[in-house]
């Protein structure tokens, strides 16, 4: 625990100054930027004007590009075993053709956006009509390729008939580009809609283990005031002073934890060992603390101030409920993946001291399963022999 004594001095020290590493970047001055990061935002900007910036837009230019190579491939497959002209004679001619299909398609890819507000059915619908006129239109530009804009000698007359049939030609591929970038925008909306109920999720589950953190406090606050209070009567008043002293500081250094953010399993056991130094002034020749804590789960990540509440049950209940000398331990243990943390006292406890499962023991359980959710475990109950044990299980991480 040398490692957790060193970063315990480094929070007191920090307190002392007044905090001052909190203060870093809350001026409200930006920053200096670098001529690289400079570089890096117009060059960025330069890129968003050729590529489209938005992910949705870029991914249907994408989508359109692989379609239309694909079409291109077929049609010149389909050339080369139907037609008889050569293939460079009617690669020109194609490629145009490919070409205005795809801005067709993506014409028809803003309508079908303009509709995502409407139900499905509407939506494939209007698909469907936008399809049948997107396919006669491209008929159409098709015969004028061949017969007006770079005529080809053997090529027939225009007719209804075979207007009709190069309609149907084009409407199987249309139609296999509207119910693909429908599904696209399908799959879009459902994925926005999952990121829109994790969002919604991950707020309410920050609300309420701060909820749950917030309850710490006024129900440590109310517990310290109290022995305060009975230092005073019993005419200890340099004692209160100190106990008063030590409560600041505890606060002070709790005021940077964020109730969402873990900090590290050797910073809690500061915060804890400050906690303590209150209750030692009360409980000088009474409580004994042991603090058994691998140095390779020092780094481990938990919730801040999850140990409070158990280790100040332990101190009203197992010392405040003891006339014999009282051991607190704290232990954590690996096991497989998970960390395994015990709190537990040799106090001997009579029925009114019992700590049953009140705010403090009920708050580490909540903010356990909003943390975990079932992978965390949450045990409370007597030792053989003398005294209480609190086991909590989780999944290990690092930070």
Same mark, same amino acid.
């Given at each position: 625990?040398?490692?957790?004594?060193?970063?315990?001095?480094?929070?007191?020290?920090?307190?002392?100054?007044?905090?001052?590493?909190?203060?870093?970047?809350?001026?409200?001055?930006?920053?200096?930027?670098?001529?690289?990061?400079?570089?890096?935002?117009?060059?960025?900007?330069?890129?968003?004007?050729?590529?489209?910036?938005?992910?949705? &837009?870029?991914?249907?230019?994408?989508?359109?590009?692989?379609?239309?190579?694909?079409?291109?491939?077929?049609?010149?497959? &389909?050339?080369?075993?139907?037609?008889?002209?050569?293939?460079?004679?009617?690669?020109?001619? /194609?490629?145009?053709? +490919?070409?205005?299909?795809?801005?067709?398609?993506?014409?028809?890819?803003?309508?079908?956006?303009?509709?995502?507000?409407?139900?499905?059915?509407?939506?494939?619908?209007?698909?469907?009509?936008?399809?049948?006129?997107?396919?006669?239109?491209?008929?159409?530009?098709?015969?004028?390729?061949?017969?007006?804009?770079?005529?080809?000698? +053997?090529?027939?007359?225009?007719?209804?008939? $075979?207007?009709?049939?190069?309609?149907?030609?084009?409407?199987?591929?249309?139609?296999?580009?509207?119910?693909?970038?429908?599904?696209?925008?399908?799959?879009?909306?459902?994925?926005?809609?999952?990121?829109?109920?994790?969002?919604?999720?991950?707020?309410?589950?920050?609300?309420?283990?701060?909820?749950?953190?917030?309850?710490?406090?006024?129900?440590?606050?109310?517990?310290?005031?109290?022995?305060?209070?009975?230092?005073?009567?019993?005419?200890?008043?340099?004692?209160?002073?100190?106990?008063?002293?030590?409560?600041?500081?505890?606060?002070?250094?709790?005021?940077?934890?964020?109730?969402?953010?873990?900090?590290?399993?050797?910073?809690?056991?500061?915060?804890?060992?400050?906690?303590?130094?209150?209750?030692?002034?009360?409980?000088?020749?009474?409580?004994?603390?042991?603090?058994?804590?691998?140095?390779?789960?020092?780094?481990?990540?938990?919730?801040?101030?999850?140990?409070?509440? =158990?280790?100040?049950?332990?101190?009203?209940?197992?010392?405040?409920?003891? &006339?014999?000398?009282?051991?607190?331990?704290?232990?954590?243990? /690996?096991?497989?993946?998970? $960390?395994?943390?015990?709190?537990?006292?040799?106090?001997?406890?009579?029925?009114?001291?019992?700590?049953?499962?009140?705010?403090? =023991?009920?708050?580490?359980?909540?903010?356990?399963?909003?943390?975990?959710?079932?992978?965390?475990?949450?045990?409370?109950?007597? /030792?053989?022999?003398?005294?209480? &044990?609190?086991?909590?299980?989780?999944?290990?991480?690092? $930070?």
């Amino acid at each position: 625990m040398r490692g957790c004594s060193a970063k315990r001095r480094d929070v007191q020290s920090a307190v002392l100054k007044g905090g001052t590493a909190l203060g870093d970047g809350m001026d409200g001055n930006p920053p200096p930027q670098s001529v690289d990061g400079v570089e890096n935002q117009v060059g960025t900007r330069l890129k968003s004007g050729l590529w489209p910036a938005d992910p949705e &837009r870029r991914s249907t230019l994408q989508i359109v590009l692989l379609f239309w190579a694909v079409t291109f491939a077929i049609l010149n497959l &389909r050339g080369a075993l139907v037609e008889e002209l050569t293939l460079l004679q009617l690669l020109p001619r /194609r490629f145009l053709i +490919t070409a205005f299909g795809a801005l067709l398609c993506l014409w028809s890819s803003v309508i079908l956006v303009c509709l995502r507000g409407w139900s499905f059915k509407k939506q494939i619908v209007t698909g469907l009509l936008v399809t049948v006129i997107i396919s006669a239109v491209q008929s159409v530009f098709h015969l004028l390729a061949y017969r007006v804009i770079d005529p080809l000698p +053997t090529a027939t007359p225009v007719t209804l008939n $075979l207007l009709g049939q190069w309609t149907i030609f084009w409407f199987g591929y249309f139609l296999a580009w509207t119910g693909t970038f429908l599904a696209f925008l399908r799959h879009r909306d459902l994925q926005h809609q999952e990121r829109n109920l994790a969002a919604v999720h991950n707020l309410a589950n920050e609300a309420q283990i701060m909820a749950l953190r917030y309850q710490i406090n006024p129900h440590f606050l109310f517990n310290t005031l109290n022995s305060i209070s009975a230092l005073v009567l019993d005419g200890r008043r340099d004692d209160a002073e100190q106990m008063l002293l030590n409560l600041a500081e505890f606060f002070r250094a709790t005021l940077s934890l964020e109730g969402f953010n873990k900090v590290t399993l050797c910073r809690e056991i500061a915060m804890q060992k400050l906690y303590l130094e209150i209750e030692q002034v009360r409980f000088s020749n009474r409580m004994f603390i042991r603090i058994d804590v691998p140095a390779e789960l020092q780094d481990v990540a938990i919730p801040p101030l999850l140990l409070q509440p =158990l280790i100040e049950n332990a101190v009203r209940h197992g010392v405040g409920g003891s &006339r014999e000398q009282t051991q607190i331990t704290v232990k954590a243990r /690996r096991e497989r993946d998970n $960390l395994r943390i015990d709190v537990e006292d040799d106090g001997e406890m009579t029925l009114e001291t019992f700590p049953g499962t009140g705010t403090g =023991l009920a708050n580490v359980e909540r903010r356990l399963k909003a943390h975990y959710g079932a992978a965390a475990k949450f045990s409370a109950h007597r /030792r053989h022999g003398a005294g209480f &044990r609190v086991t909590l299980t989780f999944p290990l991480e690092r $930070l």
